[in-house]
């Protein structure tokens, strides 16, 4: 019996070192606008799984719409382009952050404050995988979330 339970323990153990099959995504957060009827912006990180994917769309269950969106610095001046698809290589992690790429997230239901209850974020991938997770709500001037 401590044979079987040792190497239960071990599978177990073993289990929870591996990669995963699926990309995963870590420390959702939103910030909410400043004026209410502007844009607020969702970030993340994006681990990729074992095969490269391409995420296609993200969307909430608190807003109307959403567009991922890349800062970028051109001539001197700061720039945002929109992103229909972006490629993530296997393994490669994609981090969604301020100054970079981001979500913007439009018409955010009115009753999200920060602190309050946590949005659905979905993640959809052009073979069909959709990624589900929640997100941290921070005010405008907050700082962002610990990881």
Same mark, same amino acid.
């Given at each position: 019996?401590?044979?079987?339970?040792?190497?239960? *323990?071990?599978?177990?153990?073993?289990?929870?070192?591996?990669?995963? %099959?699926? !990309?995963?995504?870590?420390?959702?957060?939103?910030? $909410?606008?400043?004026?209410?009827?502007?844009?607020?912006?969702?970030?993340?990180?994006?681990?990729?799984?074992? *095969?490269?994917? &391409? *995420?296609?769309?993200?969307?909430?269950?608190?807003?109307?719409?959403?567009?991922?969106?890349?800062?970028?610095?051109?001539? +001197?001046?700061? &720039?945002?382009?929109? $992103?229909?698809? $972006?490629?993530?290589?296997?393994?490669?992690?994609?981090?969604?952050?301020?100054? +970079?790429?981001?979500?913007? $997230?439009?018409?955010?239901? !009115?009753?999200?404050?920060?602190?309050?209850?946590?949005?659905?974020? &979905? *993640?959809?991938?052009?073979?069909?995988?959709?990624?589900? &997770?929640?997100?941290?709500?921070? +005010?405008?001037?907050? !700082?962002? !979330? %610990?990881?």
């Amino acid at each position: 019996m401590r044979t079987v339970m040792a190497l239960a *323990l071990g599978a177990a153990v073993t289990t929870g070192c591996t990669s995963p %099959d699926t !990309p995963t995504v870590e420390q959702a957060w939103v910030r $909410l606008a400043a004026v209410p009827s502007r844009p607020s912006a969702l970030y993340f990180t994006l681990h990729g799984g074992p *095969l490269p994917v &391409t *995420l296609i769309g993200v969307t909430t269950d608190v807003t109307v719409s959403s567009e991922m969106h890349e800062s970028m610095a051109k001539r +001197g001046m700061t &720039t945002m382009a929109p $992103l229909a698809r $972006l490629a993530v290589p296997a393994r490669a992690d994609i981090v969604f952050a301020p100054g +970079g790429r981001h979500v913007m $997230l439009f018409d955010v239901n !009115p009753g999200i404050k920060p602190g309050g209850r946590r949005p659905v974020v &979905t *993640l959809s991938f052009a073979d069909g995988q959709r990624l589900v &997770t929640t997100a941290i709500v921070v +005010g405008p001037g907050q !700082p962002m !979330p %610990d990881a």
